[in-house]
């Protein structure tokens, strides 16, 4: 049952990273402080694990459920904790959901099959059935993360709008788009009758994208600058544009 049961995943939500020993095992005592580190920052929303700066292309399904548990124990009570459910197969990727969502994660980040990059793309079909597998499988709200369609794992802007109405525990995107298809979806999706929250995770150019209006974000660099995330946040928020130009002045080198 999640922790934070009425979650809406919006504002500031860094992707931490998994510490490893030289063997390649968990360092569960360092990984357990860098999450401290970001997740305890104020001004963050929530926290996601499982995701790609955690290494979870590498991690076993053990392996994932003891990060969980982990991030849970430590800092579960205070912050919402969103889970990767990334999985070629769809019913690898309900399983890990089910997990998440009887552990007490808040929310759920899907990662795109692999599949979607060899046509699967045209076929608005395959995306649907994943995501409806996986929302049987729990009623966790679901963030899509949209990658670039030069990719061949992006989502079509019409097959986003069907999966939407297909799946309504679908909640946010996590949008890796280039600028222009950026800026449709946060136009488009939070102004849908049943909004859909988008999550820039354009961190290359971070306070361009914040400018377009985007609720939220989601990315891998607050693993190392979630402050002056949430600082550019609020500044743009605020239309703040002196200041935020100075915390961007300060990011950009990174």
Request: charged share 20%; net charge negative; hydrophobic share 45%.
């Amino acid at each position: 049952m999640a922790r934070f049961p009425n979650f809406k995943p919006e504002g500031v939500i860094p992707a931490t990273l998994l510490i490893l020993n030289e063997d390649m095992s968990i360092n569960d005592k360092a990984t357990r402080k860098h999450l401290r580190d970001c997740a305890l920052v104020p001004g963050v929303s929530a926290v996601t694990v499982n995701g790609h700066a955690s290494e979870v292309h590498a991690c076993s399904f053990q392996e994932q459920e003891e990060i969980l548990d982990s991030s849970l124990d430590e800092v579960g009570d205070r912050v919402p904790v969103i889970c990767g459910v990334y999985a070629d197969g769809s019913i690898e990727a309900a399983r890990i959901a089910a997990m998440s969502d009887c552990r007490g994660a808040s929310a759920l980040l899907v990662f795109p099959p692999q599949s979607m990059s060899m046509g699967g793309q045209l076929r608005p079909e395959m995306a649907i059935a994943h995501f409806k597998r996986i929302a049987d499988a729990t009623d966790l709200p679901l963030i899509c993360f949209q990658y670039p369609l030069a990719t061949g794992l992006g989502y079509p802007f019409e097959t986003l709008l069907k999966l939407f109405d297909a799946v309504p525990t679908i909640k946010a995107v996590k949008d890796w788009s280039e600028p222009m298809l950026h800026e449709k979806h946060i136009r488009t999706f939070q102004n849908l009758s049943s909004p859909i929250t988008v999550l820039t995770t354009n961190s290359s150019w971070l306070m361009a994208s914040l400018t377009m209006g985007p609720n939220g974000l989601l990315s891998g660099a607050g693993s190392v600058i979630v402050d002056l995330q949430v600082a550019l946040f609020r500044a743009v928020k605020s239309g703040n544009l002196s200041l935020a130009q100075t915390i961007n002045d300060r990011i950009y080198p990174l």
